[in-house]
């Protein structure tokens, strides 16, 4: 089993800048890839971005590339989500993922395991 933790959600006002951590703990060896999903309400949870441990190859949602930065902490097990730039329309519940596949985990059935989610808003 793997947990997981999110932390540094808040409110923050358009264009400003949020960083969010994802803590894992418990059989982090088995984590092939860690993801970052968002949810916004009456929407489709989307992927954000993910990175795979075997390759060290990080994916960007498109429409995030250059904007949101995901990078790991690896002696802590921690995962971290850099947002710039911020938008209203990036307000969602974020959540942490994790899974054992090496490559292709675009779909949230992809991921074994889930955080609680934190909640970003972002006011115009």
């Known amino acids: 089993q793997v947990q997981l933790v999110e932390s540094g959600g808040g409110s923050v006002q358009a264009g400003g800048s949020l960083r969010l951590s994802c803590a894992a703990s418990?059989?982090?060896?088995?984590?092939?890839?860690m993801a970052w999903f968002r949810q916004a309400p009456g929407k489709e949870r989307e992927r954000v971005g993910a990175t795979y441990s075997d390759s060290g190859r990080t994916y960007y949602h498109d429409s995030l590339r250059g904007r949101f930065t995901i990078s790991q902490d690896n002696a802590k097990n921690t995962m971290y989500l850099q947002m710039n730039v911020l938008k209203p329309e990036d307000t969602a519940m974020y959540y942490c993922a994790a899974g054992r596949a090496s490559g292709g985990a675009t779909a949230p059935s992809d991921y074994d395991y889930w955080g609680q989610g934190t909640q970003v808003t972002v006011s115009s």
């Open positions: 418990g059989n982090t060896y088995s984590i092939g890839v």
